[in-house]
Structure formats: C-alpha cells, structure tokens
C-alpha cells in the first residue's frame, strides 16, 4: 500500500508564491497613493502659509488694496526679490514681487494671483501649482463666476477675505 503524501507538491508552492506576489504588488500601490497624497497635502499646506502671508501684507497695507489686485503677482520671477524697501520703493511691487517668488520657490510651476472674487465681492488670494494643461489647469481656472473650482485634481487654493 501507498503511504500518505509527505511534502509540498509544487503547484501548492506556486499557488502560496502567487498570493504572497498579490498581496506585495496591492501593498506597493497603497504606497504610492500614499505617498502621492501626502506630497499634495505639503503643496497644500505651503500654498496656505503662502496665501496667509498675502493677506497679512495686504491688511498691513489695506489702504493699497487696489493695487494688490490689479498687481502682477502671475508673473514668475527670475531671481529673488529685494528682502527690504529702501527710498522711492513701492511697498506693494515689493510684496507682490516677493509672493511670486515664494509661490514659484514652495510650490511645483507655483503661481499667485490677488484679485476680486467674481462670486462673492470678497478679495481672493488664489495659488495654482503642477503641471499646465491649457485652460484645464491654470490660475484663471480656479475661480469663476459660479465660485471656487472644486475638482480633486485642480491643484488650486482659494482663500478669502474681507477687509
């Protein structure tokens, strides 16, 4: 008589060596959502701190507030601004220039635009990062009439405010 089975057949060690390889590749992709998730939560909190310091600059200056909107703070900077504002300097270029800056420095194409709400009359600090699709995904595309674009991949922050 035959006696029992005595080892791993080999189709059982292919079928344990299978699932072990699933379970490997789904916790990679856990990983990299993750980690794609958490790089956008720091571009977030930097565009935040970013969009914070605008509207201390332009409260510290409120009686400027027109030309904080009609400033050219979408203009991406070559090199960095002047850190203080000496004779004949114009507080608010300085404050725009230096937003810019921090804007295209913190964040990936990072730019910073202060203007009217459309939606709302408030004054809006809106910071737009990542790749540039055309019209898709720029600064322009994060407000409009009908407010704030809030789609997942927007890559934009609004902040609000009234003075």
Do not use: H
């Amino acid at each position: 008589m035959k006696s029992a089975q005595a080892g791993v057949s080999m189709v059982e060690v292919l079928i344990a060596v299978l699932v072990l390889a699933v379970g490997a590749l789904g916790f990679a992709g856990v990983q990299v959502v993750a980690m794609q998730k958490s790089e956008d939560a720091n571009y977030r909190s930097a565009a935040m701190l970013i969009a914070q310091d605008a509207v201390e600059r332009i409260q510290a200056n409120a009686a400027e507030i027109a030309d904080y909107r009609n400033g050219t703070a979408i203009v991406t900077p070559s090199s960095a601004p002047a850190q203080t504002c000496g004779n004949g300097c114009d507080v608010v270029d300085l404050d725009l220039a230096q937003l810019a800056w921090a804007a295209n420095q913190t964040l990936p194409n990072g730019l910073i635009k202060i203007d009217s709400c459309d939606f709302n009359g408030l004054t809006c600090v809106v910071l737009n990062w990542g790749e540039r699709d055309g019209a898709v995904n720029s600064i322009d595309a994060c407000t409009s009439g009908a407010g704030v674009n809030l789609a997942e991949d927007a890559n934009c922050l609004v902040m609000e405010f009234a003075r």
